[in-house]
Protein backbone atom coordinates (compact mmCIF):
# COMPACT_ATOMS: atom_id res chain seq x y z
CA UNK A 1 0.00 0.00 0.00
CA UNK A 2 1.37 3.19 -0.90
CA UNK A 3 1.33 5.80 1.47
CA UNK A 4 1.33 9.65 0.58
CA UNK A 5 1.66 12.20 3.38
CA UNK A 6 1.69 15.99 2.86
CA UNK A 7 3.32 18.43 5.57
CA UNK A 8 4.28 22.31 5.79
CA UNK A 9 0.84 23.91 5.61
CA UNK A 10 0.12 26.71 8.33
CA UNK A 11 -0.97 30.24 8.70
CA UNK A 12 0.86 32.91 6.72
CA UNK A 13 -0.09 36.35 6.12
CA UNK A 14 -0.76 37.95 2.43
CA UNK A 15 3.31 38.36 0.34
CA UNK A 16 4.17 35.49 2.96
CA UNK A 17 6.04 32.13 2.05
CA UNK A 18 5.19 28.63 2.80
CA UNK A 19 6.60 25.58 1.69
CA UNK A 20 5.12 22.23 1.16
CA UNK A 21 6.67 19.00 1.80
CA UNK A 22 5.15 15.45 -0.03
CA UNK A 23 6.89 12.20 0.97
CA UNK A 24 5.51 8.75 -0.94
CA UNK A 25 6.54 5.47 0.82
CA UNK A 26 7.33 4.15 -2.73
CA UNK A 27 7.89 6.25 -5.10
CA UNK A 28 8.74 4.57 -8.23
CA UNK A 29 8.78 6.36 -11.91
CA UNK A 30 5.64 8.44 -10.68
CA UNK A 31 5.06 12.18 -12.16
CA UNK A 32 3.95 14.22 -8.65
CA UNK A 33 1.26 16.51 -8.98
CA UNK A 34 -0.22 19.47 -6.49
CA UNK A 35 -3.98 20.25 -6.04
CA UNK A 36 -6.23 22.49 -3.83
CA UNK A 37 -9.39 22.41 -2.97
CA UNK A 38 -10.80 25.80 -1.00
CA UNK A 39 -14.45 25.05 0.79
CA UNK A 40 -17.61 25.31 -1.54
CA UNK A 41 -15.06 24.96 -4.75
CA UNK A 42 -14.20 21.75 -6.21
CA UNK A 43 -10.63 20.23 -6.22
CA UNK A 44 -8.01 22.05 -8.55
CA UNK A 45 -4.59 21.22 -10.38
CA UNK A 46 -1.84 23.62 -8.83
CA UNK A 47 1.50 22.22 -10.34
CA UNK A 48 3.03 18.69 -11.53
CA UNK A 49 6.18 17.61 -12.29
CA UNK A 50 7.61 14.51 -14.39
CA UNK A 51 9.13 12.00 -13.04
CA UNK A 52 12.83 13.46 -13.87
CA UNK A 53 11.70 17.08 -13.11
CA UNK A 54 12.61 18.50 -16.33
CA UNK A 55 9.06 19.05 -16.87
CA UNK A 56 6.82 20.94 -14.70
CA UNK A 57 3.85 22.53 -15.27
CA UNK A 58 1.31 25.47 -13.35
CA UNK A 59 -1.39 26.61 -13.50
CA UNK A 60 -2.22 30.03 -14.46
CA UNK A 61 -2.91 31.83 -11.63
CA UNK A 62 0.38 30.43 -9.46
CA UNK A 63 2.64 30.91 -12.32
CA UNK A 64 5.48 32.85 -10.95
CA UNK A 65 4.89 32.24 -7.68
CA UNK A 66 4.95 28.75 -6.59
CA UNK A 67 7.62 26.38 -7.66
CA UNK A 68 7.76 22.65 -8.03
CA UNK A 69 10.50 20.60 -7.07
CA UNK A 70 11.26 17.03 -6.14
CA UNK A 71 14.29 14.73 -4.25
CA UNK A 72 13.84 11.24 -5.67
CA UNK A 73 16.43 10.07 -2.49
CA UNK A 74 14.35 10.86 -0.22
CA UNK A 75 11.21 10.38 -1.52
CA UNK A 76 9.63 14.04 -1.58
CA UNK A 77 8.21 16.44 -3.75
CA UNK A 78 7.91 20.21 -2.62
CA UNK A 79 5.89 22.85 -3.11
CA UNK A 80 7.62 26.49 -2.72
CA UNK A 81 4.84 29.38 -2.36
CA UNK A 82 5.59 32.78 -2.25
CA UNK A 83 3.80 36.02 -2.34
CA UNK A 84 0.76 34.40 -0.94
CA UNK A 85 -2.71 35.79 -1.68
CA UNK A 86 -5.74 35.40 0.56
CA UNK A 87 -7.47 33.18 -2.39
CA UNK A 88 -4.45 30.36 -1.98
CA UNK A 89 -6.17 29.36 1.29
CA UNK A 90 -7.43 26.24 0.43
CA UNK A 91 -6.87 22.16 1.38
CA UNK A 92 -3.66 21.09 -0.77
CA UNK A 93 -3.12 17.54 -1.50
CA UNK A 94 -0.38 16.06 -2.84
CA UNK A 95 -0.76 13.00 -5.54
CA UNK A 96 1.01 10.35 -7.45
CA UNK A 97 1.05 8.65 -10.19
CA UNK A 98 1.27 10.95 -13.70
CA UNK A 99 2.50 14.00 -15.00
CA UNK A 100 -1.41 15.84 -15.98
CA UNK A 101 -3.42 18.11 -15.27
CA UNK A 102 -6.36 16.17 -14.54
CA UNK A 103 -7.18 14.69 -11.04
CA UNK A 104 -8.49 11.16 -12.40
CA UNK A 105 -4.83 10.33 -13.55
CA UNK A 106 -2.92 10.40 -10.30
CA UNK A 107 -3.50 7.17 -8.76
CA UNK A 108 -2.82 7.95 -4.96
CA UNK A 109 -3.44 11.14 -2.66
CA UNK A 110 -2.62 12.34 0.33
CA UNK A 111 -5.01 13.62 3.30
CA UNK A 112 -3.94 17.43 2.58
CA UNK A 113 -2.57 19.91 4.56
CA UNK A 114 -4.11 23.31 5.48
CA UNK A 115 -2.71 26.90 3.93
CA UNK A 116 -4.79 29.89 5.23
CA UNK A 117 -3.77 33.13 4.15
CA UNK A 118 -4.05 35.96 5.99
CA UNK A 119 -5.05 39.11 4.43
Known amino acids: QVQVVESGGGLVQAGGSLTLSCNAS??????MGWFRQAPGKERGFVAT????????DYTDSVKGRFTISRDNAKNTVYLQMNSLLPEDTAVYYC??????????????WGQGTQVTVSS
Open 26 to 31: RFSSYG
Open 49 to 56: ISWSGDAT
Open 95 to 108: AMGAFAREPNKYAY
